[in-house]
T-cell receptor, first 115, second 111 residues
Framework: DTGVSQDPRHKITKRGQNVTFRCDPISEHNRLYWYRQTLGQGPEFLTYFQNEAQLEKSRLLSDRFSAERPKGSFSTLEIQRTEQGDSAMYLC?????????????FGDGTRLSIL | QQQVKQSPQSLIVQKGGISIINCAYENTAFDYFPWYQQFPGKGPALLIAIRPDVSEKKEGRFTISFNKSAKQFSLHIMDSQPGDSATYFCAASYNNNDMRFGAGTRLTVKP
C-alpha cells in the first residue's frame, strides 16, 4: 500500500493557461474522488469515479473543469482557461468501494497558484 | 455545499488535557461519519470513523460520541499532546459518495 499519489505537488501558472493534474489511487481501489480545498476551509467535493465511470459531479465543477479515469486506474483533472479563483489545493482520494465503512484515503494534493 | 457545521474554529489545550470538537449535520441520510487530521502541506488523514447505529467508538486516545436524535457528533482527544496540534475536520457521507466536510478546527496543544 503505497498510498494515493498526486503529481505535481505544486503548480504555478498564469491566468488563462490550461493545467492538468494526475492522481494515482491506492491499487485495487475502484473509487476515486476529487476535492478542492481553499485556505482555512474543509475540502469540497468536485467529482468521483467508480472504475472508469464518472458517477457524480458537483456544481463547483464548471465547464472549464474536466476529469477522466480512462482505464479505471489513474485519473486526471484538467482546468482550462484558469482564473484567479481556481487557486486552491486539489485533493484526490480513493476508496475500496461504495457503502459505509469504506474510508476515503487522501493524497497530499496539488497546490495550484494562479498569477 | 456545506451540510456539516463544526465548532470551535480554534482550540487551545494544555498538554495532558482533553480536546473536544463538535459537529452537527442536517442530512439524516448520512451513514458514515469520519474525522480527519490534517497537518500543513499534507492531505487529510483518516483518524477515526463511526456509523449511526453506534453511539460511541474509541480508538486509543480518540473517541467519537454520536447522538443520532440531535444529529450531532463529537471528537474527544484524551491526554492531548503537542504532536496532536493540527487541523481536524469532521465529515459525513451517504453510501460513500460525495463527502461533506466541516470547516475545520485548528487545535494547538501547549506543552
Amino acid at each position: 500500500d503505497t498510498g494515493v499519489s498526486q503529481d505535481p505537488r505544486h503548480k504555478i501558472t498564469k491566468r488563462g493557461q490550461n493545467v492538468t493534474f494526475r492522481c494515482d489511487p491506492i491499487s485495487e481501489h475502484n473509487r476515486l474522488y476529487w476535492y478542492r480545498q481553499t485556505l482555512g476551509q474543509g475540502p469540497e467535493f468536485l467529482t468521483y469515479f467508480q472504475n472508469e465511470a464518472q458517477l457524480e459531479k458537483s456544481r463547483l465543477l464548471s465547464d472549464r473543469f474536466s476529469a477522466e479515469r480512462p482505464k479505471g486506474s489513474f485519473s486526471t483533472l484538467e482546468i482550462q482557461r484558469t482564473e484567479q479563483g481556481d487557486s486552491a489545493m486539489y485533493l484526490c482520494a480513493s476508496s475500496l468501494g461504495g457503502g459505509g465503512n469504506q474510508p476515503q484515503h487522501f493524497g497530499d494534493g496539488t497546490r495550484l497558484s494562479i498569477l | 455545499q456545506q451540510q456539516v457545521k463544526q465548532s470551535p474554529q480554534s482550540l487551545i489545550v494544555q498538554k495532558g488535557g482533553i480536546s473536544i470538537i463538535n459537529c452537527a449535520y442536517e442530512n439524516t441520510a448520512f451513514d458514515y461519519f469520519p474525522w480527519y487530521q490534517q497537518f500543513p502541506g499534507k492531505g487529510p488523514a483518516l483518524l477515526i470513523a463511526i456509523r449511526p447505529d453506534v453511539s460511541e467508538k474509541k480508538e486509543g486516545r480518540f473517541t467519537i460520541s454520536f447522538n443520532k436524535s440531535a444529529k450531532q457528533f463529537s471528537l474527544h482527544i484524551m491526554d492531548s499532546q503537542p504532536g496532536d496540534s493540527a487541523t481536524y475536520f469532521c465529515a459525513a457521507s451517504y453510501n460513500n459518495n460525495d463527502m461533506r466536510f466541516g470547516a475545520g478546527t485548528r487545535l494547538t496543544v501547549k506543552p
